[in-house]
């Protein structure tokens, strides 16, 4: 965007471009969202940031009236085209420098930590350690307002190694302490364990509970009419939690539980990309609108959300599980695989949430002769599962589609269907298509004549870079 288009999208506080750029105002010391309602600053003493983290990086503290590091969510879409940044960027929003350094991070992704600072500085302005700092400080901020979790039990679940800590940098950033801060904006106090995952209000929370509880997978995942939960374990911990609607306030809550509340920096950004909470529908919508095949398959004109899986190696098991047999007969055998993996969770969790699912070196180790897999299905799997435990195939989300195709697709008895399937559930790669898919081409049929693949993939060609949502309007088309 030129200097001229941000001070346009700026007086016209055009909430379109909210998350798109921010503002400061070099008198105030404050930087604002472009739809923020205060007085507007003459534009000489304007200044423009294509993130806020650069704008938190020239000293100027967020806008305690628009809250821009709160009503927007900074961390949709990376703000790079360099695959290891973005997994970077990830796995910070995630809360991994709250546990492991820096020099960790870098050899996880196979460069130097000075390469790691190089690339963050080149490419978005700001060292990885002052992202993480800058992160942990906004996350808190919406604890804060959000929840009525202890100052200390905030402190801690932002990854501040101490209090004294946590008050010294929410200070420099917002010029004033987490207690006056909860004091002056009069919070109630609430749930501590509840969260609140804003979206815009065109999404269908009812539409994605509809697809998950088709399947759901019993033990590991309970979905009922107006509510969804699982069990989880990250690396330092385990729990469970459930997502509910509130309509009329446009977010869902999160209720977390677990014995760590470390964990809940992670959690929460999972499960804002499982309900694909982040994705600029007005920009595919624009593209489907007046596309007939697709239309059919809009809600009111709008393009369905993508259900992404919670835990990208479980879905990528349970794809192998359903290679050409139903739903139900898949979730069937991932049921028996969570069985014979025996990973009980507890006696305090609820009825419905028996285990948790099996992670890559567990399922090397389980025996599932006896679970009805075929001899074939069952070498495929065990062959997937290696290939992720010594990093032939990455489950990152950060990946091109082409890698991931080139790289999982070479492993014997996976079809093209398992590697889009995986790629557009798995990891939620928004350009995926599984051409091959039978409701793909029911959709596509024209007075009972199949297309041929090559038909179907020259068809598709128009809804790039958003083929995973094109494959979600067809099957919405079906009526199904």
Same mark, same amino acid.
């Given at each position: 965007?030129? %200097?001229? /288009?941000?001070?346009? *999208?700026?007086?016209?506080?055009?909430? $379109?471009?909210?998350?798109?750029?921010?503002?400061?105002?070099?008198?105030?010391?404050?930087?604002?969202?472009?739809?923020?309602?205060?007085?507007? *600053?003459?534009?000489?003493?304007?200044?423009?940031?294509?993130?806020?983290?650069?704008?938190?990086?020239?000293?100027?503290?967020?806008?305690?009236?628009?809250?821009? !590091?709160? $009503?927007? /969510?900074?961390?949709?879409?990376?703000?790079?085209?360099?695959?290891? =940044?973005? /997994?970077?960027?990830?796995?910070?929003?995630?809360?991994?420098?709250?546990y492991h350094s820096l020099t960790e991070l870098a050899a996880g992704l196979g460069i130097s930590d000075r390469r790691l600072r190089q690339l963050f500085v080149e490419r978005l302005g700001v060292p990885p350690v002052k992202i993480a700092r800058y992160h942990k400080a906004m996350f808190a901020r919406k604890m804060?307002?959000?929840?009525?979790?202890?100052?200390?039990?905030?402190?801690?679940?932002?990854?501040?190694?101490?209090?004294?800590?946590?008050? !010294?940098?929410?200070?420099?950033?917002?010029?004033?302490?987490?207690?006056?801060?909860?004091?002056?904006?009069?919070?109630?106090?609430?749930?501590?364990?509840?969260?609140?995952?804003?979206?815009?209000?065109?999404?269908?929370? %009812?539409?994605?509970?509809?697809?998950?509880?088709?399947?759901?997978?019993?033990?590991?995942?309970?979905?009922?009419?107006?509510?969804?939960?699982r069990t989880f374990r990250t690396s330092e911990a385990q729990g469970y939690f459930t997502v509910t609607d509130d309509p009329d306030n446009s977010f869902l809550k999160l209720s977390i539980h677990s014995a760590d509340i470390k964990c809940f920096m992670e959690i929460y950004n999972r499960v804002r990309r499982m309900? !694909? @909470?982040?994705?600029?529908?007005?920009?595919?919508?624009?593209?489907?609108?007046?596309?007939?095949?697709?239309? %059919?398959?809009?809600?009111?004109?709008?393009?369905?959300?993508?259900? %992404? *899986?919670?835990?990208?190696?479980?879905?990528? =098991?349970?794809?192998?599980?359903?290679?050409?047999?139903? =739903?139900?007969?898949?979730?069937?055998? *991932?049921?028996? =695989?969570?069985?014979?993996?025996?990973?009980?969770?507890?006696?305090?969790?609820?009825?419905?949430?028996?285990?948790?699912?099996?992670?890559?070196?567990?399922?090397?180790?389980?025996?599932?002769?006896?679970?009805?897999?075929?001899?074939t299905r069952h070498e495929t799997l065990l062959n997937a599962v290696q290939a992720v435990n010594d990093g032939r195939v990455s489950l990152s989300v950060n990946q091109s589609l082409n890698d991931f195709h080139r790289d999982f697709s070479a492993l014997k008895g996976i079809g093209d269907w398992t590697v889009n399937?995986?790629?557009?559930?798995?990891?939620?790669?928004?350009?995926?298509?599984?051409?091959?898919?039978?409701?793909?081409?029911?959709? @596509?049929?024209?007075?009972?004549?199949?297309?041929?693949?090559?038909?179907?993939? $020259? @068809?598709?060609?128009?809804?790039?870079?958003?083929?995973?949502?094109?494959? @979600?309007?067809?099957?919405?088309?079906?009526?199904?």
């Amino acid at each position: 965007m030129t %200097k001229q /288009e941000y001070s346009r *999208a700026r007086i016209s506080r055009d909430s $379109n471009f909210d998350g798109k750029f921010f503002f400061a105002v070099k008198t105030t010391g404050i930087f604002c969202r472009p739809s923020c309602p205060s007085p507007q *600053a003459k534009e000489e003493n304007v200044l423009y940031f294509d993130s806020i983290f650069k704008a938190l990086e020239a000293g100027f503290r967020p806008c305690l009236r628009c809250s821009p !590091d709160i $009503n927007i /969510e900074y961390g949709a879409g990376y703000p790079s085209s360099h695959s290891q =940044v973005n /997994e970077a960027v990830r796995m910070i929003y995630d809360g991994y420098l709250n546990y492991h350094s820096l020099t960790e991070l870098a050899a996880g992704l196979g460069i130097s930590d000075r390469r790691l600072r190089q690339l963050f500085v080149e490419r978005l302005g700001v060292p990885p350690v002052k992202i993480a700092r800058y992160h942990k400080a906004m996350f808190a901020r919406k604890m804060l307002l959000m929840t009525g979790s202890s100052i200390t039990d905030i402190a801690a679940a932002s990854g501040f190694g101490s209090l004294r800590q946590f008050n !010294d940098v929410f200070k420099s950033i917002f010029n004033m302490t987490p207690t006056a801060m909860r004091k002056e904006r009069g919070i109630a106090a609430a749930d501590s364990a509840t969260l609140i995952l804003k979206y815009c209000r065109n999404f269908n929370f %009812k539409a994605m509970l509809s697809f998950l509880r088709e399947r759901a997978l019993k033990g590991v995942e309970l979905v009922t009419e107006d509510s969804y939960s699982r069990t989880f374990r990250t690396s330092e911990a385990q729990g469970y939690f459930t997502v509910t609607d509130d309509p009329d306030n446009s977010f869902l809550k999160l209720s977390i539980h677990s014995a760590d509340i470390k964990c809940f920096m992670e959690i929460y950004n999972r499960v804002r990309r499982m309900f !694909d @909470l982040d994705t600029d529908f007005e920009i595919i919508c624009d593209l489907f609108r007046n596309d007939q095949l697709l239309a %059919k398959g809009m809600v009111n004109g709008l393009v369905p959300g993508l259900p %992404k *899986a919670f835990d990208p190696f479980e879905h990528m =098991v349970r794809a192998i599980l359903g290679q050409q047999v139903s =739903v139900k007969a898949a979730t069937t055998m *991932a049921k028996r =695989v969570v069985e014979a993996g025996g990973l009980a969770s507890g006696d305090d969790f609820p009825d419905g949430l028996e285990f948790f699912f099996p992670g890559p070196q567990e399922l090397a180790e389980l025996d599932l002769s006896g679970i009805g897999l075929t001899r074939t299905r069952h070498e495929t799997l065990l062959n997937a599962v290696q290939a992720v435990n010594d990093g032939r195939v990455s489950l990152s989300v950060n990946q091109s589609l082409n890698d991931f195709h080139r790289d999982f697709s070479a492993l014997k008895g996976i079809g093209d269907w398992t590697v889009n399937y995986v790629a557009m559930r798995g990891l939620g790669l928004p350009d995926s298509f599984p051409a091959s898919d039978l409701g793909v081409i029911k959709a @596509l049929t024209v007075d009972g004549v199949k297309p041929s693949p090559a038909q179907v993939l $020259n @068809l598709a060609e128009k809804w790039r870079p958003y083929r995973s949502y094109a494959t @979600l309007c067809l099957w919405n088309s079906l009526g199904g």
